[in-house]
């Protein structure tokens, strides 16, 4: 294999590089990944919250509707379900 | 309110949906959110109370969904609330109006203080008793800023383009250049930000509180709203808290209000619209006891004190981007438009010479990577830090980096007048007895003759007078320290150094009573029994009009002493006048009393103030004081300091819309009465007028206003933590006459960054022109982007730096500043880089068309190195540090073309770049290269002298 000297600077380059700045970089891709968890959560809890939000317009929907069906029955005015 | 409690532990809950008819309750329970077995824990809890069917606990969400069963007791009441809903001993509430009874009844408290477990319980429901600070920026942060701009974006595309071509090496050469560039802007900015953490004071210690009954030592993190705290000279205020019993009870409150003077606090309630400085009902967190003891009962913790309030403000208060930044935004913008352009019509000139799509997509990169100064913020982050270093070395500590530009084009400075401007420490300034002024350091006090010379008792009046705490410091034996109000300080002080034992005094002379100052009689009666010759001595201490009407006949109808009096209190002193005589017992009528004089004192202003000042006038920059004192004391202040305007308080500016009220600062000079709202106004009318205002201030007050200038200066080692925080440059000392010299380093750094522009961009433009010119004449590629890149970085950084790290001219602070938004490159200027281009393109173009690419490619780098000397400053403009200057110059210059000459000899290079063998025609062009631009400059460029401002200066012209 011939020695090619540009492709040993680069390569011992990048080796010296990524040792020189781990202790740097390490903090960052830290901040990175936790920014990253923040934003899934945070997407979690709004699908979460939406979904909550439509449950509770159908429960109480549900419970007026029949909540006044039953009110209708109980006074029999003839309005009630059939 | 909804609360869960768990294992000492209080967690609140709001109700966000309550429907009746369906009988559920949702709940948001901030603690569950992400704590699946908090929620689980929750539901357990829920489940226990009565009348819940069901408790469904969701810790995606945060929230908790109840089922309870119809007549549930009070669950069925609950009313949604929106979640800001806060407690009600954290409310605005006006404390300070109300007698100390009803507050009592309102916090449910009592003079013997709070239960320990209620204390325990409120502790839980407010939190802690500490202000959030400002979060330190993240690191993520830091590195998105420098490359989210759009230079580095076309660059980032550049690669892209190159990559996609499958130019890797050229792909990885460019994205190496914009790792290079933003980890450097980012290591300094984090550097920055770790020194100023490192300052960060703990807040907090101990407090004396009063709590069911018994006194005790809490953490002042531990207090609460009810709690009954002790407080005495020296402590300061750890939270804010009504006051319900005082003994001569004084506080410094300059951080909060910028009041100068110790407020006297006392029990009685005072009227419900009362600003801030006129509670004297009041003691606020963060402010210090100057004087006396007394009791308070705590209103208000953490996050809903006055000071949070200020805090919060300052949070509110956006700070404007600094001026280089929104100048090189605008120019990198341009210049990407130019980029964009350029390679518009260079592909155009391609298609209609049938190149191949290869080598349109090849010329545009070349043409993002040739217009792009990829060595500019390396070049202006040099400049800036190497201005930061020298300031650094005068003993100032730039937080934010691009202030060290900004500083150069301030218009106004805004400064505080308590702690800024004066030093905040009372002084004895003249004491004037027997119609004679003396000195402080004229003072000497006759220990034998202690009631025989009029000096001498003087003193000893002054002493035995003043309610003070005097220690003996522990750290520095024979010295004393003296606690107590800063007048009465300031007077013993006096005393001790003329030569009197404030100890012996005390055993030869014992009080037997204090009658204190009361709201009609402004004096302060003291009542000595005399040990040496019996008897008793009294001496009275205060306001000059109602001591003389104290005094005997001859004293009391003397118009002169009266005139005498207005004279030194209009030159803006505080006067007091003193009085002694003798009498048979204690309870003798007091009256006829011996005048003895005047004490004067004042806070004196700090080194070079007045001198700053005028230097700031010279450099074209207005001052504006802003103070919280009263009108007459501000005025009297800006005598001292020599400055001519008009002298406003806020009251008159209450009304007024930013745009007025712009207008209305035109012609002031000082702002009494000043609150930190209206100081964030000030500053920001200024700045709508187009002026860059610096503010300078070292207390809480100030933070707000520090925050939205174009340069925020926290002065002196004493500054708050807050107004460190948000400053944008922190003096250690207190010479005011560095800010001048800071102001002159920006100026030097907007000069050099000048001069570095124009030899950026006219080097960037030769590439450019080169390379569309071949395009349109249809001649084959002058220089591929890998070669381009090449001489960018070769050219930006080391002749660039050598540019930027110029020494500036001595005269720099004669001249007025740069006209607020001008553009970094004018007209002139950019006319002057057209041209130069040009010429350096012609020169690549010559070399291109005598030798081919590898000609151009020695020839226009050769040309571009030797051009950097012609942006130099004209040799009379440079000062003494020219010798070292040239050198440095030398050095960097001549280390680019040994670089160069590398890369058109070294094979490794050669290859890389794609640069065939040198042949003697090469060496030439790379010496002709060098030659040229001198010769060019020697035919074009002229030295003119302008005379202005009534001085002559020279400049270096086209």
């Known amino acids: 294999m011939n020695f090619h000297l540009p492709s040993f600077l680069l390569g011992y380059g990048a080796g010296a590089s990524s040792v020189l700045l781990a202790r740097q970089l390490r903090p960052v891709l830290l901040e990175v990944a936790t920014f990253a968890y923040r934003f899934a959560d945070a997407i979690a809890a709004r699908a979460a919250i939406r979904q909550e939000d439509l449950e509770d317009i159908l429960a109480e929907a549900r419970s007026r509707a029949r909540g006044a069906r039953n009110h209708h029955a109980a006074h029999g005015d003839g309005k009630g379900a059939h | ?137 993240s690191r993520l942060a830091l590195l998105v800023d420098q490359l989210s701009n759009v230079p580095m974006a076309l660059l980032a595309g550049a690669a892209g383009a190159s990559a996609l071509l499958g130019e890797i090496v050229e792909a990885g050469a460019i994205l190496v250049a914009v790792g290079i560039n933003a980890g450097i802007g980012y290591r300094i900015e984090h550097q920055n930000q770790q020194v100023l953490t490192a300052w960060r004071r703990l807040e907090g210690g101990i ?28 402590d300061v205020v750890p939270a804010d808290a009504r006051v319900i019993d005082a003994h001569r009870l004084a506080a410094d409150e300059a951080p909060l209000t910028g009041e100068s003077e110790p407020q006297p606090r006392q029990p009685e309630p005072v009227r419900a619209d009362a600003p801030l400085a006129e509670r004297s009902s009041m003691l606020y967190a ?179 007078n003043s309610d003070v705490d005097v220690q003996g410091r522990a750290e520095r034996a024979g010295s004393l320290a003296v606690a107590g109000s800063a007048t009465e300080r300031a007077l013993v002080d006096a005393a001790h150094a003329a030569g009197l034992d404030g100890a012996e005094l005390r055993r030869s002379f014992p009080r037997l009573r204090l009658i204190e100052r009361t709201r009609d009689a402004h004096y302060v009666v003291s009542l000595h029994r005399d040990r040496r010759a019996g008897g008793v001595l009294a001496f009275v201490k205060g306001a000059p009009e109602q001591v003389l009407d104290l005094c005997t006949p001859d004293v009391r109808d003397d118009p002169a ?120 106004r000030i500053v920001r009318a200024l700045r709508r007028r187009g002026e860059v205002v610096a503010m300078a201030g070292d207390g809480i007050n100030d933070a707000p206003a520090l925050k939205a200038a174009d340069v925020g200066i926290a002065v002196g080692a004493r500054a708050s933590d807050l107004a460190r925080q948000v400053a ?59 070669q381009l890149l090449w001489i960018n970085l070769l050219t930006d950084t080391l002749p660039g730096l050598a540019l930027a790290l110029e020494p500036g001219a001595p005269e720099i602070l004669d001249r007025p500043p740069a006209r607020p938004g001008a553009d970094l490159l004018g007209p002139v200027e950019l006319r002057t880089v057209g041209r130069d281009a040009l010429f350096l393109a012609g020169v690549g173009a010559a070399g291109l068309a005598l030798g081919g690419p590898s000609l151009a490619f020695a020839t226009l780098t050769a040309a571009q190195l030797s051009y950097a ?88 012209r086209p």
């Open chain 2, 728 to 786: 944008d440059v922190v003096m250690a000392g207190e010479d005011l006459r560095s800010i001048l010299h800071a102001v002159g380093e920006g100026r030097i750094v907007q000069d050099n960054l000048r001069r570095s522009l124009r030899f950026l961009f006219a080097t960037n433009l030769s590439e450019m022109a080169l390379v569309l010119g071949a395009a349109i004449a249809g001649a084959r590629e002058p220089l591929r982007p890998l």
């Open chain 2, 1 to 137: 309110m909804i609360a869960f409690h768990y294992a000492n532990r209080t967690e609140p809950a709001h109700v966000v949906r309550h429907s009746a008819s369906s009988r559920r309750l949702r709940l948001h329970v901030p603690a569950i959110a992400g704590d699946r077995h908090l929620a689980r824990r929750f539901e357990a809890i829920a489940h226990a109370w009565p009348g819940v069917l069901d408790a469904t606990a969701n810790p995606r969400s945060g929230r908790m969904l109840l089922h309870y069963a119809p007549g549930a007791p009070l669950l069925g009441h609950l009313r949604e609330q929106p979640p800001s809903a806060t407690d009600r001993a954290n409310e605005k509430d006006t404390w300070h109006a109300r007698p100390t009874n009803e507050v009592f009844t309102r916090l449910g408290s009592s003079p013997g203080g709070l239960d320990p477990r209620e204390a325990t319980r409120r502790l839980h429901r407010h939190g802690s008793n500490l202000a959030a600070e400002e979060a330190p920026r």
């Open chain 2, 207 to 234: 407090v004396q509180a009063i709590r069911g009954g018994r006194l005790l030592s809490i953490p002042a993190a531990e207090l609460v709203p009810g709690d009954v705290i002790l407080v005495r000279a020296g």
């Open chain 2, 286 to 464: 963060g402010t210090a006891i100057a004087g006396g003891h007394g009791r308070a009962i705590v209103v208000a913790t953490g996050g809903a004190t006055e000071l949070a309030r200020v805090r919060a403000l300052v949070e509110k208060a956006e700070a404007p981007p600094p001026p280089l930044a929104v100048r090189m935004e605008r120019l990198g913008r341009r210049v990407a438009g130019l980029s964009l352009a350029v390679a518009g019509v260079a592909t155009a000139a391609n298609l209609l010479h049938g190149r191949p799509a290869r080598t349109l997509v090849r010329g545009a990169v070349a043409l993002g990577v040739a217009a792009l100064p990829e060595g500019l913020p390396l070049v202006a982050t040099s400049a800036l830090v190497r201005s930061m270093q020298r300031l650094h070395g005068a003993g100032m500590v730039v937080r934010r980096v691009a202030a060290a530009e900004s500083l150069g084009g301030v218009t106004v400075i805004c400064a505080d007048k308590t702690g800024t401007l004066t030093r905040n420490e009372m002084r004895l300034e003249l004491l004037e007895v027997g119609g004679r002024a003396f000195r402080p350091d004229e003072l000497r006090a006759d220990r034998r003759r202690l009631f025989d010379d009029p000096l001498t008792t003087a003193l000893a009046a002054a002493l035995l």
């Open chain 2, 869 to 956: 000397s012609v942006c130099r400053a004209p040799r009379q403009l440079r000062s003494s540090e020219g010798a070292r200057a040239d050198a440095r110059f030398g050095a960097l210059v001549g280390s680019g073309a040994i670089l160069h000459l590398a890369a058109l000899t070294f094979p490794p290079l050669r290859r890389l770049l794609r640069v065939t063998a040198p042949t003697p025609l090469t060496l030439a062009g790379f010496a002709a290269g060098l030659a040229l631009p001198h010769l060019a400059r020697g035919a074009t460029s002229t030295h003119v002298v302008v005379r202005r401002g009534g001085r002559n200066q020279t400049e270096d």
């Open chain 2, 561 to 680: 002493l009266r005139a005498r009096n207005e004279e030194l209190a209009a030159a803006g002193l505080r006067v007091l006048a003193l009085a002694w005589r003798r009498l048979a017992d204690p309870s003798a009528d007091a009256g006829d009393y011996r005048f003895l004089g005047f004490a004067c004192l004042r806070d004196p202003l700090r080194t070079g103030a007045a001198e700053a000042i005028r230097r700031a006038s010279r450099a074209g920059i207005r001052t504006l004081i802003l103070t919280g004192d009263q009108r007459r004391t501000a005025a009297a202040i800006a005598d001292q300091l020599g400055l001519r305007g008009e002298v406003l308080a806020a009251s008159d500016l209450a009304q007024l819309d930013e745009a007025a009220l712009a207008e209305r600062l035109l012609g002031a000079a000082v702002l009494a009465r000043v609150t930190p709202e209206d100081k964030v």
